[in-house]
């Protein structure tokens, strides 16, 4: 296997799309096991998140799917509907495919991008620490981005609950 060294502006888009996923999961309060980028490219993976359980609404899976370019989105200044367009189909496909699986809930992808669009600009400091500090380590645990975990290298702790209505 080949590995290939992400470029700066790689890295950020990665620690930004990650951090976007990891970011929806803990505003949902849906725990996962570690949040990681891998700036050196394998089977083109970049980074992950593992959670723990995905039990939630159909609303709630498909905006999480979408989380991650959602920030990617914000970051580049370009329409989240155009980037899952060129490159980010597979989580369009993951959205759409959670979409489809209660019949008695039917939100439009648009509707979905409307809100996952919405969800990121209301926790944009924190995806943007949580980049930061995913860029420095390339790995986190759920309980390192809590409030009562903190970093071990003085990393700020970022996410704060919030209330956020309609989500």
Do not use: N
Request: hydrophobic content about 45%; overall charge negative.
């Amino acid at each position: 296997m080949v590995e290939l060294l992400l470029e700066d502006t790689d890295r950020a888009v990665t620690a930004y799309h990650e951090a976007g996923y990891a970011c929806a999961y803990v505003h949902y309060g849906i725990p996962f096991r570690w949040v990681a980028v891998h700036f050196r490219l394998r089977d083109d993976q970049t980074g992950a998140v593992r959670p723990l359980r995905y039990l939630a609404p159909v609303l709630t899976r498909g905006i999480i799917c979408l989380a991650g370019p959602a920030a990617e989105s914000r970051l580049a200044r370009q329409p989240l509907a155009r980037l899952l367009q060129v490159h980010c189909a597979v989580d369009r496909d993951m959205a759409l495919d959670a979409l489809r699986r209660d019949p008695t809930q039917r939100p439009t992808l648009a509707a979905v991008v409307e809100h996952t669009t919405a969800l990121v600009a209301v926790e944009w400091p924190d995806i943007e620490t949580l980049a930061a500090a995913l860029l420095a380590t390339e790995r986190l645990d759920y309980s390192e981005t809590r409030p009562d975990g903190g970093h071990q290298d003085g990393f700020p702790t970022f996410f704060r609950p919030k209330l956020f209505q309609g989500f």
